[in-house]
T-cell receptor
Framework: SQKIEQNSEALNIQEGKTATLTCNYT??????LQWYRQDPGRGPVFLLL?????KEKRKERLKVTFDTTLKQSLFHITASQPADSATYLC??????????FGKGTMLLVSP | NAGVTQTPKFQVLKTGQSMTLQCAQD?????MYWYRQDPGMGLRLIYY???????DKGEVPNGYNVSRLNKREFSLRLESAAPSQTSVYFC?????????????FGPGTRLLVL
């Protein structure tokens, strides 16, 4: 089965800096990888999807990279804001219609 | 659109009691999922229904049953609750098909089993 590793320690950064979160996986390379945001007491919300044949994807201040050789995805938030504080989950397809989620990394952006 | 709705929001059960968690989506999605989320464990798939009329086990199905009542509704039943089933339960749905991989989550049901 797929194993996904996200940094379990919270990432603390200052407002305006770029936050970089890491997602590493073992075993097979997924057809795609997704990033979700989860706020306390709420369900995860989809942010970005990147496919195995894509190296980079952008959406506003968000950027995701996918390196199938390193088996790693990096998630960047540029010009971070306190409102970006949340837990970010990495998810890989683990079957035709299922996802395996990482445990998530908490991001704290201080003013 | 309400998206994915779950009831109840909170529930306290005693060991051995049974209950059903309800989930409904109004997005005409084909696939639906039940996850549990525990501290330090992340989201784990309990059961899923790839399409109406089908259900399959996920990573942690023991102690649970599901019913895909129709295209909109997917329920999760605990026949005899155990303290180990104390968790936050999330329902999710997905349109299904190629290029439709995003999952949409409900607000969760917080369950405490004493």
């Amino acid at each position: 089965s797929q194993k996904i590793e996200q940094n379990s320690e919270a990432l603390n950064i200052q407002e305006g800096k770029t936050a970089t979160l890491t997602c590493n996986y073992t075993n097979y390379s997924p057809a795609y990888l997704q990033w979700y945001r989860q706020d306390p007491g709420r369900g995860p919300v989809f942010l970005l999807l990147i496919r195995e044949n894509e190296k980079e994807k952008r959406k506003e201040r968000l950027k995701v990279t996918f390196d199938t050789t390193l088996k790693q995805s990096l998630f960047h938030i540029t010009a971070s804001q306190p409102a970006d504080s949340a837990t970010y989950l990495c998810a890989l397809n683990s079957g035709y219609s299922t996802l395996t989620f990482g445990k998530g990394t908490m991001l704290l952006v201080s003013p | 659109n309400a998206g994915v709705t779950q009831t109840p929001k909170f529930q306290v059960l005693k060991t051995g009691q049974s209950m059903t968690l309800q989930c409904a989506q109004d997005m005409n999605h084909n696939s639906m999922y039940w996850y549990r989320q525990d501290p330090g464990m992340g989201l784990r798939l309990i059961y899923y229904s790839a399409s109406e009329g089908t259900t399959d086990k996920g990573e942690v199905p023991n102690g649970y049953n599901v019913s895909r009542l129709n295209k909109r509704e997917f329920s999760l039943r605990l026949e005899s609750a155990a303290p180990s089933q104390t968790s936050v339960y999330f329902c999710a749905s997905r349109r299904g098909g190629v290029s439709e991989e995003t999952q949409y989550f409900g607000p969760g049901t917080r369950l405490l089993v004493l």
